[in-house]
């Protein structure tokens, strides 16, 4: 697809206010929960339309405090951990962490290796589930171009209005992160005001276009159903009992906490808590 499928990452730092309640799941229950933990794209890979820049999490400092935000998560003791790594290459996500158990891996800045590998091992859970579609729409990929509608439609000053402004957001967002712990970013990542804000622009996207040719619509559309593909891969994992936390670009978070609470698959487990204990360790 000319235009991919990515998360518009719109965190805005100090978004959530208070603290976040007690968890109030049942862990008798015979029901599958689900525990979405919405993710900064770590290694700074810029393939969305709008990025954080993220600083280096690879310093001893940030290396600490991600320590310290797994070990918050595992107190929810997870029973599965599924990854935004394509689901047909989930053997080249196995021979990644076997290689990670053995000592034989060197943990890249990105958010699968520094927090979902981490959590894993400690868990002695043997794998981690590879959850994530992106492939081609249906059609011919210019249906969902709405980039290049808007340059050829006069809409080219509000394109680039709408990614300026949310760039500057996302640096003022950055430049708060420095100032927190990496705990503190997941907390106010996860909270529902900024999965909502996280998810708003792309009613703006689908703006892009006219009654008879809209890309911008055609593309959001297709950022459903990736979305519904993931949800369904998620949905596959479930099983009694189990307590399956997805770590998954935050931009995803809003759509598949949604598709959790009206299909009923899965209870949705807010992770703030637990990012909370890790907040505690470092204070």
């Not at 918050?72 to 962490?97: C, F, I, K, M, N």
């Not at 076997?98 to 290796?113: F, K, P, Q, T, V």
Request: overall charge negative; charged content about 25%; proline content about 5%.
């Amino acid at each position: 697809m000319l235009v991919r499928l990515c998360a518009l990452l719109l965190a805005m730092g100090n978004i959530s206010a208070g603290h976040a309640t007690p968890p109030a799941e049942d862990r008798t229950t015979s029901s599958p929960q689900v525990m979405l933990v919405g993710t900064y794209h770590l290694a700074n890979n810029n393939r969305d339309l709008i990025n954080i820049p993220v600083e280096d999490v690879l310093s001893p400092k940030r290396q600490r405090e991600i320590e310290q935000l797994v070990d918050g998560l595992a107190q929810w003791r997870p029973t599965r951990v599924a990854v935004e790594w394509d689901r047909s290459e989930q053997a080249a996500l196995d021979r990644r962490y076997a290689d990670h158990l053995a000592g034989d891996l060197d943990l890249a800045a990105n958010e699968r290796d520094q927090i979902a590998f981490r959590l894993a091992r400690k868990l002695g859970t043997p794998r981690l589930y590879a959850v994530d579609w992106n492939e081609q729409g249906p059609g011919d990929p210019s249906d969902y171009d709405f980039l290049d509608w808007a340059r050829r439609n006069g809409g080219g000053e509000r394109l680039e209005t709408f990614v300026r402004e949310g760039q500057a957001e996302a640096d003022r967002a950055a430049s708060i992160m420095r100032g927190q712990t990496v705990s503190e970013w997941y907390y106010d990542l996860n909270s529902p005001e900024a999965r909502m804000q996280a998810h708003r622009p792309y009613f703006e996207i689908a703006s892009f276009g006219s009654n008879e040719d809209n890309p911008g619509a055609a593309w959001v559309g297709a950022w459903y159903a990736r979305n519904l593909r993931i949800f369904n891969n998620i949905r596959e994992i479930l099983g009694p009992e189990e307590r399956v936390l997805v770590l998954y670009g935050a931009g995803h978070t809003y759509l598949l906490e949604r598709f959790l609470r009206e299909s009923q698959a899965a209870a949705a487990v807010d992770p703030r808590p637990y990012i909370q204990g890790g907040q505690a360790a470092v204070r």
